[in-house]
C-alpha cells in the first residue's frame, strides 16, 4: 500500500506507526502479518506510489516492481530510496484504522544522493517543488 504518513514513535527502540484503513483491500494482510516495511520512494518513482496506492487485488502488484525480501520477509523495492523494516510489536484500535507499530530490525538508506518523493495538495513533488 501507498502510505500518506508515518510516525516515528521511538528512537530507543526504534518504532514506526502506519495506519491501515480497515475498509482497505490489504487490511486482511496487515492483520496476519508479522512484519512490514516501509519503502522510501526516490521523486522519479511516482509511478511506484501510483501503482500501490489504488485499492483492490494486491496480487501480481509486487511482481511487477523489482523487489527482495528484508530480514523480516517483508518486501523491500529495489530502488527505493531507503526502508526500514520493522517487526509488529502491536495493533491499536484507531476508530476506522487499525494503528500498527513496528520495531525497527534494519534500516537502510540505500541511495542518499537522490531526492525523495513526495505527496502534497494532492499532487506528488520533490522538495524543490514546494520550497
Known sequence: ?????????????????VCVARTASIFPLFERAGSFAVNILTADQH????????????????SDVPHS?????APILADALAYADCQITARYDGGDHSLVLGQVQ?????????EPLLFFAGKYRGLGSIL
Open 69 to 73: 525480501p528484508g530480514v523480516t520477509g
Open 106 to 114: 534494519e534500516a537502510v538508506v540505500a541511495r542518499p544522493e537522490a
Open 1 to 17: 500500500m501507498t502510505a500518506n504518513a508515518v510516525t516515528s514513535v521511538s528512537l530507543d527502540p526504534p518504532l514506526l506507526l
Open 47 to 62: 509511478e511506484v506510489s501510483s501503482l500501490f496506492a489504488h485499492d483492490g487485488d494486491m496480487r501480481g502488484r509486487t
